[in-house]
């Protein structure tokens, strides 16, 4: 799936950075595009990847003191927002991603800037939130009263809890990787799949809005046998075969990793089966895509989320040295990370009066 990325606030510009790193290492290109948005162009000093013309200021030099005057400023100064689309090959995207630290003041502009998206283009346009750690209470309510909204005005918002991942910097390291796997399996790269997670199938699984996770799991393989004349000769006449693979290992991880991923590498934590609509991805290179492992997996997500829609599809990547399974759970109820989060913005006002 191809991606137009917007960074809103100091957090979310790291992330659209971090995710454009990480295409640049991918077999696929998937991100169109990316711009960085915010009141103050010191949010701007830790990226390396989005060039400075698509570092955008917005609000006339006004500094927001909550989330929403941030929201005002973005609405009087939309225009600005929307010109990091200005000269941009828009129609190359399947759909827009606004990524915000949603515990940041500048968070707010987020919801308003994706009202204008949905106005202006035809994409679908999704959210990756990042919420704060529960010691951050001074974010915590911020961010309870941002992800309302942004879910409101978004076709899906990805969660990623940074009091779960140990910190912020870790949740955008986790959710970047997740994210950009998820986007590049549909966009060729140097492998044929058998069955093909393309853009359609991601925004089939994202339909209806809401709340998503993503958890993933991977584990290196064997080291291939490199040595021996025979060997050498045929790699540099180009008649290298890959090692025969252990049908019983590459079963054992794809099964092993789909329930790590499931189980306790989710971005937001969320009763799994509270989910509308699902998506496995087994990544890794192509002789250890067992197909009946594959099919087994998404079979036992189905059977744990007791959701019949989970859709299943394997990413080929013959150069890899991994494997790996992604898991995107959509429409889930994150009720208990809420009540905790709701718990510490109460605790903090009352400590406060």
Known sequence: MKVFCFGIG???SKLVDTLTEFEQGSPADFIVDGVACSTARADFQSLDTIPQSKQLVFGAGDTATDEAQAAELAEEDHRQLLRGTDDAPVSRADAFVICAGLGEVTSGASPVLAKHLKR??????????????????????????????????????????????GSTEAAVTAVTRRFGTLCAAGEGGDGIAESVVDASEIIN????????TLGYATSELPERETGGLTQTVKRLIGADE???????????????????????QLTFPCAVDSTSRGLVVVSGP???LNRSAIEQSRSWVEDETEC??????????????????????????????????????????????
């Open 286 to 288: 192509p002789a250890w």
């Open 242 to 264: 890959p090692d025969p693979v252990d049908d019983l290992d590459a079963q054992n991880r794809i099964t092993t990793h789909t329930r790590e991923a499931l189980l306790g």
């Open 10 to 12: 100091e957090t979310g």
């Open 120 to 165: 202006v283009h035809d994409q679908p346009v999704y959210g990756i939130g990042v919420l704060p750690e529960l010691e951050e209470t001074h974010r915590v309510d911020t961010a309870l009263r941002t992800l309302r909204k942004f879910v409101a005005a978004t076709d899906h918002v990805i969660g990623a809890d940074a009091e779960t991942a």
């Open 308 to 353: 019949l829609e989970i859709r299943g599809g394997d990413y080929p990547r013959p150069s890899a040295n991994q494997i790996g399974v992604l898991v995107l759970l959509a429409g889930v109820s994150p009720a208990e990370r809420i009540e905790a989060l709701r718990a510490a913005a109460e605790g903090s006002e009352q400590t406060s009066e």
């Open 205 to 212: 699984t994202l339909r209806g809005g809401g709340v998503a």
